[in-house]
């Protein structure tokens, strides 16, 4: 996976803008999908589920296809679908889908949703060459956002993991995140991974619907950021956030349990302790 940071200039990563890099990408959707792949058939699913009426919704204009509609297409499980028109039916509404996703969408646990983009639902990776890039810029576009609009970070665990599932590969989207420029990016990451790695010395981290992937991809990622958020620290002395995160990366990598207790569940124990 390329993965040009499409809204910054070479040498000025001042100028880095994520939200430009997601209307780019968005055009860019807009333009590769402009002519939907066609239906060979009326879209046949789970009539329990999804009545006639919604079912002859999804099969016409996707840009008409309300978002109460659209939702419950992408939640519903795979299995409630035709094989063969799955994929087409992402197609013909992913500019639609990103749109759901992005920032002026709805705020949803994406997680789900994107991965029925997965191997065992619309196969992404079997898209023409230039409908998956597009896609993929789009991801690269939504990560950027997620990391510097100060969303709570297991929002963007949510949507790293769905990114993944879609794509097949956890990898290429944390280093994604290691390379977006700039301090606002540095902020967001330090809060990412102070998450991470306190719920992975918790041993509390998971992926709740990408069974394939493994937390220890985390764990071993983690470590490479050591050196940026150092500077951090170093910049910003008062920052216990940045201070807190080393302390658990190197206890991470030396197998230590977490120097904190865990915190869920600990008023009940201290009230039970007081009576």
């Known amino acids: 996976m390329s993965d040009p940071l ?22 860019e959707v807009d333009r590769v999908f402009a002519s939907p792949p066609a239906l060979d058939r009326p879209v046949a699913g789970c009539t329990y589920c999804t009545p006639e009426s919604e079912l002859r919704m999804l099969g016409g204009d996707p840009a008409a296809v309300p978002d109460d509609v659209l939702g419950p297409f992408m939640r519903e499980v795979v299995g409630h679908w035709d094989k063969d028109q799955y994929p087409l039916l992402w197609r013909r509404l992913m500019p639609r889908a990103l749109r759901y996703w992005g920032p002026e969408g709805h705020d949803v646990d994406p ?11 619309a196969v992404l990776a079997d898209w023409p060459a230039p409908e998956r890039a597009a896609v993929e810029r789009a991801f690269r576009a939504l990560l950027a956002v997620a990391l510097v609009d100060g969303r709570p970070a297991e929002a ?33 990451l330090v809060r990412l991974a102070f ?16 069974y394939d992937g493994d937390p220890q991809t985390i764990a071993a990622w983690l470590p490479t950021q050591r050196p940026r958020i150092a500077d951090f620290a170093t910049r910003h002395p008062r920052c216990k956030t940045a201070s807190d995160t080393l302390i658990a990366i190197d206890h991470l990598g030396t197998g230590d349990h977490s120097p904190w207790m865990y915190p869920y569940g600990v008023q009940e124990h201290l009230r039970l302790a007081a009576s």
């Open 195 to 210: 998450d991470w790695a306190t719920d992975l010395l918790w041993d509390d981290f998971q992926f709740w619907w990408w």
């Open 6 to 27: 499409d809204a910054v200039s070479p040498g000025a990563p001042d100028s880095f803008d994520p939200y430009a890099m997601w209307r780019d990408a968005l055009a």
């Open 111 to 121: 997680s789900g949703e994107l991965g029925h983009l997965g191997g065992h639902g």
């Open 156 to 188: 963007v665990t949510d949507l790293v993991e769905g990114i993944a599932h879609a794509t097949g590969d956890l990898w290429p989207w944390l280093n994604h995140l290691a390379a977006l420029p700039g301090p606002e990016a540095d902020a967001g």
